[in-house]
């Protein structure tokens, strides 16, 4: 698998990761509870994401 390969199936995991985590969000929120794990990994993803990106170009 090519390094171009490998990020690209990395970025698909992570916005399937970011749709759980988000959803996990949500549901903590709409309980009252401390949604901040959850805040903290949606952050993680973005920023994993976003250097992946930077890496394809």
Known sequence: M???QAAEQRIEELKQ???RAQDQ???LESLGMDAGSA???LVRIE???EQ???EET
Request: proline share 0%; hydrophobic share 20%.
């Open 39 to 41: 805040e903290r990994k």
């Open 2 to 4: 090519s390094h171009s």
């Open 52 to 54: 992946l990106r930077k």
């Open 47 to 49: 920023t994993e994401l």
């Open 17 to 19: 990761e970011y749709i």
């Open 25 to 27: 969000l949500e549901k």
